[in-house]
T-cell receptor
């Protein structure tokens, strides 16, 4: 257990479904991140929240919608996804860019 | 775009050998670097970090070397064990609030006994 917990661990969803990924950190960090990891590709940064404000959105399609209600929780809302969105979605947290810690990820399969 | 990369996608070593995994970065403003290990089915795990005001940092069986002149980072693992088999990523960051780590492609280390 790293202190960053992601649920669910696995998710299979149809292209017309709406689902949400959840991330929770108990490290007292003030920044949280979503990354996408596809097979044989580097981790791709999707969203950055610092002090609960979204700082960066790396041109991610609008079918991915993040939400950060407080410094300990981060969500990724998914709707009308495509099969190419199947990947491992990783959440991380840090304290002002230091002490980066990752969760175990949600393995998403879009059918 | 990607600003951090690793020289070799795979590295195979014998148990007990020393391993060296290399990484090149391109952002001169980066001042904080981290090595991560990722085992199958898990998220990346922190191994060791180094700031740009240092050129070497040692941990337990691991050493990170930073050469800012040529923008090169390496991870040395002493007495490599089968449990070290994983994918290793280097990552860089400009150490400011609101920025994020940028990762390279990763090197798969295979250790045979």
């Amino acid at each position: 257990e790293t202190g960053v917990t992601q649920t669910p661990r696995h998710l299979v969803m149809g292209m017309t479904n709406k689902k949400s990924l959840k991330c929770e950190q108990h490290l007292g960090h003030n920044a949280m991140y979503w990354y996408k990891q596809s097979a044989k590709k580097p981790l791709e940064l999707m969203f950055v929240y610092s002090l609960e404000e979204r700082v960066e959105n790396n041109s991610v399609p609008s079918r991915f919608s993040p939400e950060c209600p407080n410094s300990s929780h981060l969500f990724l809302h998914l709707h009308t996804l495509q099969p190419e969105d199947s990947a491992l979605y990783l959440c991380a947290s840090s304290h002002a860019g230091v002490g980066y810690t990752f969760g175990s990820g949600t393995r998403l399969t879009v059918v | 775009g990607e600003s951090v990369g690793l020289h070799l996608p795979t590295l195979s070593v014998q148990e007990g050998d020393n391993s060296i995994i290399n990484c090149a970065y391109s952002n001169s403003a980066s001042d904080y670097f981290i090595w991560y290990k990722q085992e199958s089915g898990k998220g990346p795990q922190f191994i060791i970090d180094i700031r740009s005001n240092m050129d070497k940092r040692q941990g337990q069986r691991v050493t990170v070397l930073l050469n800012k002149t040529v923008k090169h980072l390496s991870l040395q693992i002493a007495a490599t064990q089968p449990g070290d088999s994983a994918v290793y990523f280097c990552a860089e960051n400009i150490n400011q609030a609101g920025t994020a780590l940028i990762f390279g492609k990763g090197t798969t280390l295979s250790v045979s006994s």
